[in-house]
């Protein structure tokens, strides 16, 4: 139909050509030359789908000529269609979920405006995304540019709809590549009418006749505000009881209205309507709150030397930005931040007019009221609006400046120097944020990409929409966006948020506390108190959760000022941003949130960020403030006598739904974090050239934190062998960086835990290319960790080891790699020479001793073990590392402990004795009180026999004999704890987190309660005791296991002697028996008894 009305228009046209038409519509000649120069040409070659071939490559049907071969996701395996129709229209349809792709490359010219156009019909397209365009960018060297172009996007039904958006060329473009999409889903979408126009700027001159003066239409201002005029006009105001003007400024007096007449040499006089009116009290209130927040200068104090410090780089920065100002420009007002196409400068440069406001606002500041810096900020504020961010410019760049960080700096101008602008100015400067940002719960729809926010893009944009509601005093925005951005004290069972055991998931699958969750928390933070004094609060409820995130998500992962590395992803590789600096966003946020809480919560919460901030040695805690509210509440919190420290107890936390581990022993005083991943968690992520070589962070690395609390600070990152991370099981081959993303095939990694001190870790695991394999487990035990590997296969020829350790020695200094505790290394009770070449040794133990006994690290090997040892000094910069870090060079010192493998020696087993004196490492480590059950590729499980404690990993359902009358058979990881006739298990199938224990294999214990899994806690717990049998029946097995004890006792001496012939045998011993001990005190008992009751007797006979 479409090509028969075409050729109809065709023959009407020229049937009217040759006829003629009358004298008023004729063309002439000269007036066809001006319509064909105006005349808009398609860059889109075919955009009408008219030529077609009858077939294509990957074309279901006809196909379009001057397209590209359609491209199709990977797997797609369901029915689709992807042709012309006879109606001339690209179909795309998938009766299954599909993706897939038609474009065509155009050349462009840089920068050029363009008019883009097409039409969408769809119908039943069950998508998240939709139907949509997308346009690439590419320079002369085909290098693809960014960003994305991306139109307005269609689901379900919908009839032919028109969309139409100007597209600009990037300032490298030489080409581009449309692609009409068919995102993720199934359905019918249908395509037409694709065209690309140049638009041509049309230059209109009109004549003036007189010079217009250029001023607002009219001005409302409330009661304490001063409003600064441009000193180019002259100006009256006709009723000056209303306001008058007082050193170049409007000053409000009462409420009312009157006029302001402006006047300029050579124009007429404008006249204004200027009203005065009485401030809310309420919004004016919650912006005061806000501004403490942000500037905090009512809390500025002299006195205090870390505010006069943030005060001093603040004056300096603000004197810098003022004489680089560019007050003649039109167009840009920093050089260093004027190429206003990056995305990132239009942040830049309103993030540098907000610290000047915050000078001009500081009583103390040089530049406190002064007119000129107060009109700077006024003429940035409209540069910036009339030209770069306005409700009418188009997201180009990164969508977060356009959504999030510049809508929070003109937030925060708006709000700082909130007595210096008019109604009707904030209201202009909010109308593109109100743009960019129409939906308080949704990021990316500046750039027609709308998805739901979570986490800190949530709690940004409730900055953005809740100050943007304050300042236009909008009670129905206020209420919603309080309403969204509430949404985000939530937990949730998958994907992306904090879940119910404190694991934090952001970037789909990587565990980001650390980085991402303080950003979520830092933000929330500063929001919270305004929220509270609003007539819209948080519920109780809701707050539950925030303080959940707090308790069991973030201070389990921070010791003694620093927070572990494990949960920080791209973040451990800028050098500023090390882990004490991660702790401190943490604590400050906390510190914000006790303000805003009822007294006893936050007295908890002062008590023990005070202990945290007192027990942090090396970092000073308030270098990393940069607000003077901050710095208040610290000061406040610290020179409190009346505010008491809270040391925390021993705890052993397990994030099962991130896959890490961390656990605190306060009589030891370290900590230990492992870092594991699997089918659900990524390894780590490697994005924006950060983080570069974190190939092996969740490879089953340990973190040892004890009194060298600088360790994984210092450069720690920018230096370490990343080949060589503690407690990893990998090859040399040689890495690429950011190479090797990836999630393992396995499940099967997960801990369980009885208590604060006892607790079993297992990772079956796969490396990243999966040429390796291992089975590694950890055994918590108090102050000692057990540490087991075993089933090591490596299928390349590259060598295979474990990092026993890889520990730095402590600095001098934090500028000098000097060491200050330096490590002797003593092997089997003798002090040892070490070099930077590997010293190969067969050690029974080894201790690295330090001038600082709680910094000494002991470790015992299980059975004779190879090692190679070195000390050697490395250098590195943090730009290897992160592209946008330094490249300067720096350097520390590590010793390392590193065990090969190969074909025979494919496990491993020792024990971690953090914190030991040499002497108290001599006792215990010939105390053989912890035994290795086995260590094989089917079970991994050790017996504590001082705490009657045993950790068991089974990879299969084979049966397990751990003494008579306890036999394991359910795959899974235990821990089991034996106290008196009482036996404990707690239990998870990491696989099957459903699947529980039947009933225990034993004919001596019988199940007395058991508990299921919860949202927070996985692990199922049981407890057993021990059967009431007959006398007969005890009789019988109590003799059984004295036999059993002699016969263990000999055992135990022949397998001894057996596993020093062949240090790889798995040791099997049968564990000793308790039921001879018991025999011994019934039997005393029992003449005990008998003797009373006949003394007793006696005396009844004797009366």
């Known amino acids: ?559 003694k000022g620093g927070l572990m590395d494990m949960t920080r992803g791209r973040s451990l590789s800028r050098k500023v941003q090390n882990d004490h600096y991660a702790a401190v966003e943490v604590l400050r946020g906390i510190l914000r949130i006790a303000e805003a809480s009822d007294q006893q919560e936050k007295a908890k919460l002062q008590g023990l960020v005070k202990d945290i901030v007192s027990s942090d040695n090396f970092y000073d805690t308030f270098k990393s403030l940069k607000s003077f509210y901050d710095v208040h509440l610290f000061e406040s919190l610290m020179y409190n006598p009346m505010v008491e420290a809270t040391p925390r107890d021993t705890y052993l936390k397990l994030y099962q739904a991130m896959d890490k581990v961390a656990y605190y022993n306060k009589e030891r005083e370290f900590a230990f974090g492992i870092s594991m991943y699997s089918n659900k968690i990524q390894n780590y992520e490697f994005m924006n050239n950060e983080n570069a070589k974190g190939w092996y962070t969740s490879d089953g690395v340990s973190y040892l934190y004890n009194d060298d609390l600088s360790h994984y600070s210092d450069d720690y990152w920018a230096t370490v062998d990343p080949y060589k991370l503690a407690g990893i099981t990998e090859t040399n081959e040689v890495r690429k960086k950011g190479s090797g993303m990836t999630t393992m095939d396995h499940s099967f990694v997960g801990s369980t835990a009885l208590g604060n001190k006892y607790g079993t870790v297992a990772m079956d695991f796969q490396n990243w290319n999966k040429t390796l394999t291992a089975k590694k487990s950890w055994f918590i035990l108090g102050d000692r960790i057990v540490f087991l590997g075993s089933d090591i296969k490596n299928s390349t020829d590259n060598e295979a080891y474990t990092v026993v350790d890889n520990r730095k020695i402590q600095r001098a200094s934090r500028n000098r790699s000097a060491s200050k505790n330096d490590y002797s290394v003593v092997a089997d009770g003798k002090e040892v020479p070490v070099s930077d070449a590997d010293t190969k040794m067969q050690v029974k133990d080894l201790l690295l001793k330090s001038q600082n006994t709680q910094m000494n690290i002991g470790y015992k090997f299980l059975e004779p073990t190879t090692v190679n040892v070195k000390k050697e000094n490395r250098k590195g910069t943090w730009k290897d590392i992160n592209e946008g870090q330094s490249d300067e060079e720096v350097e520390n010192s590590f010793i390392s402990i590193v065990q090969p493998h190969d074909a025979t020696n494919n496990k491993y087993a020792y024990v971690l004795y953090p914190n030991r004196s040499a002497k108290e490492f001599e006792e215990e480590k010939n105390n053989d009180d912890i035994q290795v059950v086995e260590n094989s590729e089917k079970t991994q499980a050790v017996f504590d026999k001082t705490n009657q404690i045993y950790g068991v990993v089974k990879y299969d359902d084979s049966e397990l004999t751990l003494e008579d009358g306890l036999v394991l058979k359910e795959k899974g990881i235990y821990t089991i704890k034996k106290e008196g006739n009482k036996l404990d298990i707690a239990f998870l199938n990491p696989e099957d987190p459903s699947a529980g224990l039947p009933a225990l294999n034993t004919g001596k214990y019988e199940l007395q309660n058991s508990t299921e899994p919860t949202v927070e806690n996985k692990i199922r717990y049981y407890t057993y005791l021990v059967k009431k049998q007959t006398e007969e029946e005890t009789t019988q097995e109590q003799t059984q296991e004295q036999t059993q004890q002699s016969s263990s006792e000999s055992t135990t001496e022949i397998r001894n002697t057996e596993d020093s012939k062949d240090s790889n045998t798995t040791k099997e011993e049968t564990l000793p028996a308790t039921g001879a001990k018991n025999f011994e005190v019934y039997t005393l008992l029992g003449i005990l008894l008998l003797t009373i009751s006949l003394i007793f007797s006696k005396k009844r006979l004797q009366k």
């Not at 009462?254 to 124009?267: F, M, R, Y």
């Not at 501004?291 to 205090?304: P, R």
């Open 1 to 559: 139909m479409k090509k028969v009305w075409s050729s109809c228009l065709v023959l009407a046209f020229a049937l009217v050509s040759s006829l003629g038409v009358s004298q008023g519509n004729l063309v002439y000649a000269e007036d066809h030359k001006e319509t064909q120069a105006e005349q808009t040409v398609n860059l889109v070659k075919n955009g009408t789908f008219d030529s077609t071939l009858d077939t294509g490559e990957k074309w279901t049907g006809k196909s379009a000529v001057d397209w590209n071969t359609p491209w199709i996701a990977k797997g797609e395996k369901g029915k689709y269609k992807i042709q012309i129709t006879d109606e001339g229209n690209l179909l795309m349809e998938a009766e299954s979920e599909m993706r897939a792709v038609v474009g065509q490359d155009i050349p462009v010219e840089p920068n050029q405006k363009y008019t883009f156009s097409v039409r969408i019909k769809t119908e039943k397209l069950d998508s998240k995304i939709g139907a949509r365009v997308r346009i690439m960018s590419y320079d002369s060297n085909n290098k693809q540019l960014s960003p994305l172009w991306y139109s307005k996007s269609l689901v379900g039904d919908n009839d032919w709809t028109t969309i139409t958006q100007e597209f600009v060329a990037a300032s490298e473009a030489t080409k581009i590549r449309v692609e009409l999409f068919f995102e993720t889903g199934k359905g019918k979408v249908q395509f037409d009418d694709v065209s690309l126009t140049k638009k041509e700027e049309k230059k209109e001159t009109q004549p003036q006749t007189s010079k217009e003066i250029d001023f607002d239409e009219s001005v409302m201002l409330t009661t304490g505000k001063r409003w600064v005029l441009d000193s180019k006009y002259t100006y009256k105001i006709k009723d000056t009881s209303v306001a008058t003007i007082e050193n170049g400024a409007i000053v409000p007096k009462k409420a009312g209205s009157t006029e302001l007449v402006v006047s300029a040499p050579d124009s007429k006089d404008k006249v204004v309507p200027l009203k005065v009116l009485e401030p809310n009290e309420t919004y004016e209130n919650l912006l005061k709150k806000w501004d403490a927040m942000i500037s905090g200068n009512d809390f500025y104090s002299t006195e205090s030397s870390y505010m006069k410090e943030i005060f001093n780089v603040n004056e300096k920065e603000v004197e810098g930005y003022l004489s680089s100002f560019l007050a003649k420009d039109e167009k840009k007002i920093w050089d260093a931040v004027g190429d206003y196409s990056k995305s990132a400068n239009l942040t830049k440069t309103y993030r540098r007019v907000e610290q000047i406001a915050k000078s001009v606002t500081n009583k103390n500041s040089k530049y406190y009221n002064d007119d000129k810096v107060i009109q700077v900020v006024k003429h940035s504020m409209k540069l910036m609006y009339d030209h770069y961010y306005n409700e009418n410019t188009e997201s180009k760049g990164n969508w977060w400046d356009y959504e999030i960080g510049v809508p929070r700096a003109i937030n925060n101008i708006l709000t700082i120097m909130n007595r210096y602008f008019s109604k009707e100015e904030i209201a202009k400067y909010l109308k593109p944020v109100s743009k960019m940002v129409p939906d308080p719960s949704k990021i990316m729809v500046s750039q027609n990409r709308g998805k739901t926010a979570v986490g800190g893009n949530l709690s940004d944009l409730g900055k953005v929409k809740i100050i943007e509601a304050l300042l236009l005093e909008d009670d129905a925005k206020l209420e919603r966006s309080i309403q969204a951005v509430s949404n985000v004290l939530a937990l949730v069972s998958e994907g992306e948020g904090f879940y119910y055991d404190g694991s934090y998931v952001d970037h789909t699958n990587i565990a980001y506390t650390g980085a991402y969750g303080n950003v979520l928390i830092d933000g929330f933070s500063q929001l919270l108190p305004v929220i509270q004094a609003s007539p819209y609060k948080i519920s109780n409820d809701k707050l539950n959760v925030l303080y959940h995130w707090i308790h069991q998500g973030f201070l389990p992962l921070i010791y």
